[in-house]
T-cell receptor, first 113, second 116 residues
Framework: KNQVEQSPQSLIILEGKNCTLQCNYTVSPFSNLRWYKQDTGRGPVSLTIMTFSENTKSNGRYTATLDADTKQSSLHITASQLSDSASYICVPGANTGGFKTIFGAGTRLFVKA | DVKVTQSSRYLVKRTGEKVFLECVQDMDHENMFWYRQDPGLGLRLIYFSYDVKMKEKGDIPEGYSVSREKKERFSLILESASTNQTSMYLC???????????????FGSGTQLSVL
């Protein structure tokens, strides 16, 4: 059964600090993995996408890593800002040619001043 | 930028009412989707459409129907709203280069529906 588990469920950090969010998945056959950011009261916005052959992808202060062998991904946020407060959703894609993507439940990040 | 607009941010309806949620996208995307988002759960796909008048069931289609009469508009219909349909509803669209997977989805801001 295809599943996605994200940890922690929620996280509080001080502004300026770094943090790492985790995603474990069991999706087969695996194709790629996307991270979304969802601000409160908004729809998710795509941050990065990595294919199974990529180990890392950066988007500004966001760096995603992927280990397709262990089926793990992480999203590292550097020098956090108040605007980073949001939910971060991991979405592994299965190479089935369909549209039924599985979304993780997300990690809720709170950045405090 | 792609814009996906959902007609209402908040809706309150009574049990048994017929509810229409409207979604419009302005980038000529072929694919459109309706999801619901509940606390502690990932987004779950209700229905999607890959072309005008075409629709496919997602993972949780029961109690819902959809309509896509024009390419830019995708409507979600709750024929007889029930309290367990209280949720955040998100519309999304994507450009289709074929039957791709995990394509970048562009989401609307969501409609928080409360059924009393």
């Amino acid at each position: 059964k295809n599943q996605v588990e994200q940890s922690p469920q929620s996280l509080i950090i001080l502004e300026g600090k770094n943090c790492t969010l985790q995603c474990n998945y069991t999706v087969s056959p695996f194709s790629n993995l996307r991270w979304y950011k969802q601000d409160t009261g908004r729809g998710p916005v795509s941050l990065t996408i990595m294919t199974f052959s990529e180990n890392t992808k950066s988007n500004g202060r966001y760096t995603a890593t992927l280990d397709a062998d262990t089926k793990q991904s992480s999203l590292h946020i550097t020098a956090s800002q108040l605007s980073d407060s949001a939910s971060y959703i991991c979405v592994p894609g299965a190479n089935t040619g369909g549209f039924k993507t599985i979304f993780g439940a997300g990690t809720r990040l709170f950045v405090k001043a | 930028d792609v814009k996906v607009t959902q007609s209402s941010r908040y809706l309150v309806k009574r049990t048994g009412e017929k509810v229409f949620l409207e979604c419009v996208q302005d980038m000529d995307h072929e694919n459109m989707f309706w999801y619901r988002q509940d606390p502690g759960l990932g987004l779950r796909l209700i229905y999607f459409s890959y072309d005008v008048k075409m629709k496919e069931k997602g993972d949780i289609p029961e109690g819902y129907s959809v309509s896509r009469e024009k390419k830019e508009r995708f409507s979600l219909i709750l024929e007889s709203a029930s309290t367990n349909q209280t949720s955040m509803y998100l519309c999304a669209s994507s450009f289709s280069a074929g039957m791709g997977t995990n394509e970048k989805l562009f989401f609307g801001s969501g409609t928080q529906l409360s059924v009393l």
